[in-house]
Every structure is written in structure tokens, then in C-alpha cells.
């Protein structure tokens, strides 16, 4: 399985994460069951959590 999340606070980038779900998808010839389905939406959270995170970054640089 794909590594997690770091444990220290730190969010992956939205794109790195993306890939992920992209590569996860392909390898399941796009049916998510079981297992994958769960990576799935664990991928889809952190995803949803780093691009919430990069879209503060763009507000407070602004």
C-alpha cells in the first residue's frame, strides 16, 4: 500500500496526493472495492484537506 499521510502535521500537496488517487484508480482499472475503495477515500480526504490548505496559503500571500 502507498505511504500515509505524515504523522507530524505536515499536508502533502494537493497535486502529490491527486497523482495518487489518479495511480490508485488506473491500477484498479477504475472499479474501487474493498481495500481500494477504503484508499480511496482516505486519498479523496487528505486531498479535500490539502487543497483547503493551499487555498489559505494563496489568501494570507495575497
Do not use: H, Q
Not at 505524515?6 to 497535486?15: H, N, Q, T, Y
Not at 475503495?37 to 500571500?61: G, I, N, S, T
Amino acid at each position: 500500500m502507498p505511504p500515509t499521510p505524515p504523522l507530524d502535521g505536515r499536508v502533502r500537496p494537493a497535486a502529490v496526493v491527486n497523482e495518487e488517487i489518479r495511480a490508485l484508480v488506473a491500477r484498479a482499472g477504475g472499479w474501487l472495492y474493498g481495500e481500494t475503495r477504503a484508499r480511496y477515500e482516505v486519498l479523496v480526504a487528505e486531498w479535500a484537506v490539502a487543497v483547503a490548505a493551499e487555498r489559505v496559503d494563496v489568501v494570507e500571500a495575497a
